[in-house]
């Protein structure tokens, strides 16, 4: 959801911080000469094995223009979103028998219904969807996730590793700033 984050306080001058329930997505369309330009971004990231972050992808200027509405942009990047995202799954299930697999949704970016139907209408057939119960706090798991990383990286420890991200040797997230 941090692409359609960004677009909604963009479009709204920050009146709006995002599409919640997913409403400005519903009410729109998808805008194909949008999709299709952020599909040749996509094109251009690095991809699997590697971790993607928003900051690899640039709002394009025609989905800021005036021309495209709040909704219509938010209904554009949730199918660019749930899209990318299955597809990043589909190429894992070519490594890995599906009855390996199962893909479990957690993070608040799965209340927004349209990410979350395109990106299940879009997974290779067969594979198993569970939906946040194994997790005592669904809405948390982003935040521990960072928080673990954390403290790996005050440690010392490696963050990223050959089988996660593709890196050579495992590797730590950066450096520590410290500000006076």
């Known amino acids: 959801c941090v ?3 960004r677009f ?18 519903k009410a ?3 805008r194909d000469e949008i999709l299709a330009m952020l599909n040749a971004d996509h094109a251009k990231v690095q991809q699997w094995p590697t971790a993607l972050d928003a900051s690899d992808y640039v709002l394009p200027d025609a989905l800021l223009s005036d021309e495209v509405s709040l909704e219509d ?3 554009t990047l949730a199918y660019f979103t749930g899209l990318r995202m299955a597809q990043a799954v589909n190429d894992l299930c070519i490594q890995k028998t ?21 990106f299940e209408s879009n997974l290779v057939p067969g594979l198993r969807v569970g939906e946040q119960v194994v997790f005592d706090d669904p809405q948390a798991v982003e935040a521990q996730a960072f928080a673990y990383l954390a403290v790996r990286h005050t440690l010392g ?24």
């Not at 009855?99 to 395109?118: R, Y």
């Open 28 to 30: 729109g369309v998808v």
């Open 157 to 180: 420890l490696p963050l990223s590793g050959p089988q996660t991200t593709g890196v050579v040797e495992p590797v730590s997230g950066g450096v520590s700033v410290v500000s006076a």
């Open 98 to 118: 599906l009855n390996q697999l199962q893909v479990l949704l957690v993070g608040g970016g799965w209340s927004h219904p349209m990410i979350k139907e395109v």
């Open 73 to 75: 942009g938010c209904a």
């Open 8 to 25: 909604v306080r963009v479009k709204t001058k920050q009146h709006y911080w995002f599409d919640q329930d997913g409403d400005f997505a």
């Open 3 to 5: 692409l359609i984050d």
